[in-house]
């Protein structure tokens, strides 16, 4: 699959056949069974999302770097946090922590009107050229993350591209009725699980969801959660807790 360019010692790497080999030995294996999911990752070239110094491990089982703090998701979590996502033709999608685009296209693949926000202007920038190509109904925001997408709100989903230790308050605001968070919950900064959320704002505050551990946004409302496959997941930085002071 791959050989070493004459002269350069760099390596030369038949994407089209990586890119198959992922879905194949990577993604069909964990029980990704949505054939729309499998048609995209056979599609969308995963390479061009991955920084020069990492191209070469684009379709390697595992995380890459893309700056400080920010990372490309391996593809076996991408596949099932998309499934779990479980996105229905012609939903508003908010991806935040968008990254270089991967997640935001592959929702888009799969029917979806996607709003991407992004901080990093670099990264806004390589994730807007990548989905201008391949999926071009994706719209990016550049703005903080822990600002959601106020100004495209409400969304039938907010698809998380990174871990978190809370789901983001915002959310609260932005979803619409019915609407459902997915993501990376790390459970005490440890180790990590994909989590569908749903509001429940009829729930008391601080009672169970689900049988999943509770996790209370800002006000009186609660998320009801279903934990859904362990993951391991970096954390976003940005949309860390912020630290609470007592007098």
Same mark, same amino acid.
């Given at each position: ?96 922590? !968008?990254?270089? *685009?991967?997640?935001?296209? #592959?929702? &888009?693949?799969? %029917? +979806?009107?996607?709003? @991407? ?58 979803? !619409?009725?019915? *609407?459902?968070?997915?993501? #990376?919950? &790390?459970?005490? %900064? +440890?180790?990590?699980? @994909? ?53």
């Amino acid at each position: 699959m791959a050989a070493r360019n004459a002269g350069t010692g760099a390596p030369h790497i038949d994407f089209d056949a990586a890119r198959s080999l992922m879905v194949d030995d990577q993604v069909r294996p964990i029980e990704v069974d949505d054939p729309r999911i499998l048609a995209a990752m056979r599609t969308l070239p995963r390479e061009r999302c991955a920084p020069d110094a990492e191209r070469q491990f684009a379709y390697a089982d595992r995380t890459l770097p893309l700056t400080e703090g920010r990372y490309l998701l391996q593809p076996m979590i991408a596949a099932r946090l998309t499934q779990a996502a479980g996105i229905v033709n012609e939903e508003r999608i908010l991806v935040v922590a !968008a990254g270089t *685009g991967y997640l935001a296209a #592959l929702a &888009s693949h799969l %029917g +979806g009107r996607v709003i @991407a926000v992004e901080s990093d202007p670099d990264l806004c920038a390589v994730g807007e050229a990548f989905t201008s190509d391949v999926a071009p109904g994706v719209v990016w925001r550049h703005g903080p993350l822990e600002s959601g997408g106020a100004a495209d709100a409400p969304f039938d989903l907010i698809l998380i591209d990174g871990g978190v230790q809370e789901i983001p308050g915002f959310c609260v605001a932005q979803l !619409a009725p019915g *609407g459902r968070v997915v993501g #990376l919950l &790390s459970r005490d %900064g +440890g180790a990590s699980s @994909a989590f569908v959320a749903e509001l429940d704002r009829s729930a008391p505050k601080g009672s169970a969801a689900n049988g999943g551990r509770p996790i209370i946004s800002h006000g009186e409302s609660a998320w009801a959660i279903r934990l859904q496959f362990d993951a391991p997941a970096p954390l976003l930085r940005e949309l860390l807790p912020k630290p609470v002071f007592s007098f």
